[in-house]
């Protein structure tokens, strides 16, 4: 017997804007990630502008958190690489891609749809048909290998001319233009799509301040914590429009999860660190898997003097759209100390204090297997929903063979031991569904830019510098998923 239960989900997961290309054709608009450079592991990346004056320009940023001098505009700018821009060609490349997913034993595949390439100014009232048609010309590549799509609606992804004209989230009105996005895809892809996911580490609109630490002016505090509340109670309305829309349909949230211990048995550590996890993590979870803000929550807006604006109704709108099930990102944990001489590691957001007893990959992030069943233990002990690990890999330096392999061990390493615990936490009683590992095959690094660093099982030929056929070929880790999928986890050698 199988310690995962007949019907595990297994298959992979990427972001349209870090695989799919085609940044200008078939009628899509720009979204922001549009606009970002490429970086390095030491080197930031940029998001580029032109400004008042005519002078280009940019300012560094996660793609996501930049701030324009006054009088700014986003532009794309000559002799400039922008890496998303082509991303990895999924968009001419799909049912290539799909048809190695199904050779590997996919049943779930998580994807995000681009929501500028539906509405390319975000604000229209009528979709961009050819946009509708690729997306679902996908799910009938995913329906034909019997392929369960996993879709996210908004994966840092939002159209260009809302964020730079509109405000953004900042002003309300993006509810409805997303809800409209929302009733647009529920009704196009009824039948082809079950499972969709609201907005993409949503509780990374609050973790990017603590880049910042105690510079972050408590302006940023508000800006974050009201734009939340918009992505919240739009969240909540659309789970409620999917219900109407369909019964079949299962809406999830997902959590950028930052796991983290206390340093120490320091209790003054201990503290420090239950306020880490209300921040970084539960505050989102607790807000669209309970449908209202918990009691701590008063004590971080007072922290930066955080009045958030809300209209009446917008509570029981919380209560009324909770999410169906949980999803979360999964790929290193971090030590909290309030001991100053602490050393510090790097990471996906987690930048702490570093655990003596965990190793670290190439970019600094520390491997800890054992996190992934503390945190699955915590979440369903917390929320008893049915949980989903929809992010969880290795960014590494891959090496191309003479003869073509790529013998990529240390990423089976990583896998066999996460998915080794992933089990340990089915024996515990957690009700996990799904196991949807990052960049199944290799694409554009979200907080790099770079492509040198690698996740998938699929090696794509495409380099930092944009060269490269994007041709496709199996890594081993390839016929290792392909192995562990065939026997539903059971066999790990």
Request: proline share 4%.
């Amino acid at each position: 017997m199988s310690k995962f239960p007949k019907g595990f989900y297994w298959g992979g997961a990427t972001a349209a804007n870090q695989c799919e290309g085609a940044w200008n054709v078939g009628g899509r608009g720009p979204a922001l990630t549009d606009v970002t450079t490429g970086g390095t592991v030491n080197t930031p990346r940029y998001t580029t502008y032109i400004d008042k004056d005519g002078n280009p320009g940019k300012v560094a940023s996660m793609g996501i958190t930049a701030k324009l001098p006054e009088g700014a505009k986003y532009a794309v700018l000559p002799d400039t690489l922008y890496p998303n821009h082509d991303g990895i060609d999924f968009y001419h490349h799909y049912k290539e891609d799909i048809a190695m997913f199904a050779e590997m034993g996919f049943n779930m595949f998580r994807m995000s749809i681009s929501w500028s390439r539906i509405f390319p100014k975000g604000n229209e009232t009528e979709p961009n048909r050819e946009g509708l048609e690729f997306y679902r010309n996908v799910f009938l590549e995913l329906k034909k290998y019997n392929i369960e799509p996993l879709v996210t609606i908004s994966h840092y992804d939002d159209p260009l001319y809302l964020v730079e004209e509109l405000g953004g989230w900042n002003n309300r009105k993006t509810i409805d233009y997303y809800l409209n996005y929302c009733k647009t895809i529920f009704n196009e892809y009824k039948g082809l799509v079950k499972y969709w996911l609201t907005f993409n580490e949503i509780n990374c609109l609050v973790a990017f301040l603590t880049f910042g630490g105690d510079k972050v002016p408590d302006a940023a505090y508000q800006e974050a914590y009201q734009k939340l509340h918009h992505q919240f109670v739009a969240s909540a309305k659309a789970v409620k429009l999917a219900h109407e829309i369909s019964p079949e349909y299962k809406v999830g949230n997902m959590i950028c999860y930052l796991t983290s211990y206390p340093l120490t048995c320091d209790p003054k550590d201990v503290i420090k660190n239950m306020e880490h996890e209300q921040f970084a993590v539960d505050y989102c979870g607790d807000v669209q898997v309970r449908g209202a803000y918990p009691a701590y929550a008063k004590r971080l807006w007072d922290a930066h003097n955080v009045k958030i604006q809300m209209e009446e109704g917008d509570l029981e709108t919380l209560a009324e759209g909770k999410v169906d099930f949980y999803t979360f990102s999964y790929y290193m944990t971090s030590c909290v100390t309030t001991h100053a001489d602490a050393e510090k590691t790097a990471g996906n957001l987690s930048m702490g204090g570093k655990n003596p007893y965990l190793k670290a990959s190439d970019w600094g992030w520390q491997i800890d297997p054992d996190g992934l069943r503390f945190t699955l233990n915590r979440l369903y002990n917390r929320y008893q929903i049915p949980l989903m690990v929809v992010e969880n890999g290795l960014g590494a330096y891959d090496t191309v063979e003479p003869d073509g392999s790529i013998h990529d061990s240390y990423r089976i390493d990583y896998f066999r031991q996460h998915i080794a615990a992933l089990a340990e936490a089915v024996a515990d009683g957690v009700d996990v569904r799904a196991y949807t590992p990052w960049g199944c095959i290799d694409l554009v690094s979200a907080g790099t830019g770079e492509m040198r660093k690698r996740y998938g099982f699929i090696y794509v030929n495409k380099q930092d510098d944009g060269s490269g056929d994007d041709s496709r070929s199996r890594k081993d880790s390839f016929f290792w998923y392909q192995k562990v999928i065939k026997s539903n986890g059971e066999d790990l050698a």
